[in-house]
């Protein structure tokens, strides 16, 4: 039976009937992606079964690009194309079905956000994506990365993490490839292009990278290095969280000093592995054998988890919408920073019940 779902977006309200919501990906943009428009007509075609929703937008003084992807089940009998005050919303249609296989009658849907911010800083180094598998439903890569080495070496370096990650995921077949073989592409890969760009940055570029790969059994591949982290919540409690490659981290493992301690310690920026160096990067992997429904994927950077306990990370992942809880992520860290604030970036990923 059809059932009607709506989403709101930039102060519009869309509806529109389609069947169960699987997937639900929402870029919540605080910071805009430079050179990106979007079009002012689009005609319809019919290539696989989503639907895609931009909004030009004026945020924080500079024109914005929202984007949404939503994956259904079920044939969707609507088509979709509007405009707003402030730009046009697109709204494509694809009508190959979707089936995914679920231990609940009523089904899973992944709900997912996207949070970035300069911080107090002049310019951006971190970048973040969640990827949708273009052939496989209920496949997700996120990945953070976390830019160092002046105003264009970091960001030279994090864009690379993002291209190498897109790439990848695009060849990435989940029924034949091993998902930890296509993460620790990611990293080593990453970390050559880096290194070759070195040759026109400013400075040495370097790059951490935090990314998990869901796959559409529902299990879950984690890899990073640097301090950017990955976080694994069920409901509000932290299951796991990756170590960071840092020099406090290291002096934490020894019982030198606390966790609280290596937050203000004058040398918790210093990393012992991260991407575009001499050395190899670490290659530091962790498996989650099945996400269930009310589990969270946080990804970070260290501007954003440096000013939260864990139990505040799950209690604001699990009570409000992913979308919400990055916006209220990012506005808690930049008002802790004082001023002082580094770049942040997040992606969150959550398994919720279908309704």
Known sequence: MAACASGRLAGFEFGFETCDLITQQQASLLEAPQGQFVPRCLEFSAINEAVEVGVFDAQLDQPTLRRVQVFIHGRPPFKFLGATRSGWIIVLVYPRPIAMSTSSSKGYRLSAATGIHRGDRMYQQDQVDILVHSRIPGCVLAVVADGMGGKSGGRKASDQVILTAKQLFDRYAPTSEDAREVLKQLVLESHLMIKLTAITAEEEPHSTVAAFLVSPNREC?????????????????????????????????????????????????????????????????????????????????????????PRELGAIVNTLPPREASEMLVSKARQRARGGGDNLSLALVRVDLLS
């Open 221 to 309: 591949d984690v890899i990073h290095a640097g301090d950017s982290r990955v976080y694994h919540f069920r409901g509000p409690e932290m299951v796991s969280r990756t170590k960071d490659h840092s020099y406090v981290q290291r002096l934490v493992d020894e019982g030198q000093i606390s966790e609280e301690e290596a937050n203000t310690h004058p040398q918790s920026n210093l990393l012992t592995g991260c991407l575009g160096t001499f050395q190899d990067p670490p290659l530091t992997l962790h498996h989650i054998d099945r996400l269930e429904v009310g589990d969270s994927l946080l990804a970070c950077s260290d501007g954003l988890w440096h000013y939260f306990t």
